[in-house]
Nanobody, 125 residues
Framework: QAPLVESGGGSVQAGGSLRLSCVVS????????MGWFRQAPGKEREGVAT??????AKYADSAKGRFAISQDNANRLYLQMNSLKPEDTAMYYC????????????????????WGQGTQVTVSS
């Protein structure tokens, strides 16, 4: 199993920035699709951004132009969030899967095998 550990959440005012990190603690793990998802109270979990091993990224409309997903060779995944809005308030989860599609980007509905415990992001107006 490849445990995922998120960090970087916190409380900020609207317009502020946060950088989320996700570490795959298993050194032998090599990921295909990785992504960030979020779930606000009373709402379903939704995809925020995904990235595949070659760096191709996909963003939700709500994240385009404000968020940036990236990864490094050390099995770390990042989400830079700028111009945060109160509606971005949610628990943010990192997800990873050893497989990835033959082409294109990693879909939000991909069956991610591994999930983190989540990190809370709260944006106040």
């Amino acid at each position: 199993q490849a445990p995922l550990v998120e960090s970087g959440g916190g409380s900020v005012q609207a317009g502020g920035s946060l950088r989320l990190s996700c570490v795959v603690s298993d050194d032998t793990y090599r990921s295909g699709c990785m992504g960030w998802f979020r779930q606000a109270p009373g709402k379903e979990r939704e995809g925020v951004a995904t990235i595949r091993s070659d760096g191709k990224a996909k963003y939700a409309d709500s994240a385009k132009g404000r968020f940036a997903i990236s990864q490094d060779n050390a099995n770390r995944l990042y989400l830079q969030m700028n111009s945060l809005k109160p509606e971005d308030t949610a628990m943010y989860y990192c997800a990873a899967d050893p497989d990835e599609p033959y082409g294109g980007t990693c879909p939000f509905h991909w069956e991610y095998k591994y999930w983190g415990q989540g990190t809370q992001v709260t944006v106040s107006s």
